[in-house]
């Protein structure tokens, strides 16, 4: 399985443009990028997914380079409530049958 | 999206005994479904691989014989710690997967969690 390597903390302010980037050096042919985000006592919480290139929905961006070796994750504007942990994953979703590894995650904390 | 729903979502039970945690796909089928562990500032442990209609596969220094999981239907999985101690406190999450849209499109959805304190 793919790993990830993220940074484990970052700070910002509201109203900023927030850009977190994953490593995964060894991503497979097959695997997706996934990003999940999670509030204490939450269970993680899908935000956006992607093979490559860019990936735009009502929430994030991805963008992915053409080596699929990084990939990043791109939130505009935060809000106070935008403070969670932010996951990266890659995995083989073809299957289905293949459980997502979590790595340690990104820590945002947005102040006032 | 899909729902993933937990059941209960915290529970106090004294050591020695055993509680059951529900995880169900409330708008989709899940042939297979996860469980992870999850202490207190650090990231998801997978714990085993629910399988609908087979036996579970444990991730290695994971008990099959502490933490029974039953797959009964396509919707619904459950997962029993036997003989709960304290250091099994912890905070239980399942997902599943929707595999409707085909390969590439299925997503990992995660249910809101279990707490687990044994006393």
């Known amino acids: 399985l793919a790993k990830t390597t993220q940074p484990i903390s970052m700070d910002s302010y509201e109203g900023q443009e927030v850009n977190i980037t994953c490593s995964h050096n060894?991503?497979?042919?097959?695997?997706?990028i996934t990003w999940y985000q999670q509030f204490p006592s939450q269970g993680p919480r899908f935000i956006i997914q992607?093979?490559?290139t860019k990936v735009t929905n009502e929430v994030a961006s991805l963008f992915i380079p053409a080596d699929r070796k990084s990939s990043t994750l791109s939130l505009p504007r935060v809000s106070l409530s935008d403070t969670a942990v932010y996951y990266c994953?890659?995995?083989?979703?073809?299957?289905?049958?293949?459980?997502?590894?979590f790595g340690s995650g990104t820590r945002l904390q947005v102040q006032p | 999206g899909a729902v993933v729903s937990q059941h209960p979502s915290r529970v106090i039970c004294k050591s020695g005994t055993s509680v059951k945690i529900e995880c169900r796909s409330l708008d989709f089928q899940a042939t297979t479904m996860f469980w992870y562990r999850q202490f207190p500032k650090k990231s998801l442990m997978l714990m085993a691989t629910s399988n609908e209609g087979s036996k579970a596969t444990y991730e290695q220094g994971v008990e099959k014989d502490k933490f029974l999981i039953n797959h009964a239907s396509l919707t619904l999985s459950t997962l029993t710690v036997t003989s709960a101690h304290p250091e099994d406190s912890s905070f239980y999450i399942c997902?599943?997967?929707?595999?409707?849209?085909?390969?590439?499109?299925?997503?990992?959805?995660f249910g809101p969690g279990t707490r687990l304190t044994v006393l």
């Open positions: 994953l890659v995995g083989d979703t073809d299957t289905g049958r293949r459980a997502l590894t």
């Open positions: 060894n991503i497979a042919t097959n695997d997706y």
């Open positions: 992607g093979y490559k």
């Open positions: 997902s599943a997967r929707d595999l409707a849209g085909g390969p590439g499109t299925d997503t990992q959805y």
